[in-house]
Nanobody, 125 residues
C-alpha cells in the first residue's frame, strides 16, 4: 500500500495556472502507474490524466489535452499535474491515485488501489 498526499490546489481566475503535487510514501513509487482524477459537486469522479511507471507514456481526457501536463519524479516519489488555461468547468476536488496491479496506465477508477485525500481547485470566471 502507498500513502498519497496532494497539495497545490486553490482559487484562481479563469485563464490562470496551478500545479498540483502528489507525494507518495510506502512501497517503491516506481512500481505504480499514477493517475489524476477529479470530482465536481454532484458528479462522479472522473479521469483526468495518467502516467506510466517510467513516465514514458501519458494519457489525458479530451477536455484537458493541450492544457494539462502530467509528469513524475521517481527520485522524489512525486507526481505532478500542471494545469494551464484553467476554466470554470475545471473546478473540482482533484485526487491522485496509484495502480500497481494494472499492466498499463488506466482511465478506470476501479484499477487504482490507493487514493489521496484530494485537493480543491476552484476557478472563478
Amino acid at each position: 500500500q502507498v500513502q498519497l498526499v496532494e497539495s497545490g490546489g486553490g482559487l484562481v481566475q479563469a485563464g490562470g495556472s496551478l500545479r498540483l503535487s502528489c507525494a507518495a510514501s510506502g512501497r517503491t513509487f516506481s512500481r505504480y502507474h499514477m493517475g489524476w482524477f477529479r470530482q465536481a459537486p454532484g458528479k462522479e469522479r472522473a479521469f483526468v490524466a495518467t502516467i506510466s511507471r517510467s513516465g514514458g507514456s501519458t494519457d489525458y481526457t479530451d477536455s484537458v489535452k493541450g492544457r494539462f501536463t502530467i509528469s513524475r519524479d521517481n527520485a522524489k516519489n512525486t507526481v505532478y499535474l500542471k494545469m494551464n488555461s484553467l476554466k470554470p468547468e475545471d473546478t473540482a476536488v482533484y485526487y491522485c491515485a496509484a495502480s500497481v496491479l494494472s499492466s498499463s496506465p488506466s482511465r478506470s477508477t476501479t484499477l487504482y488501489d490507493d487514493w489521496g485525500q484530494g485537493t480543491q481547485v476552484t476557478i472563478s470566471s
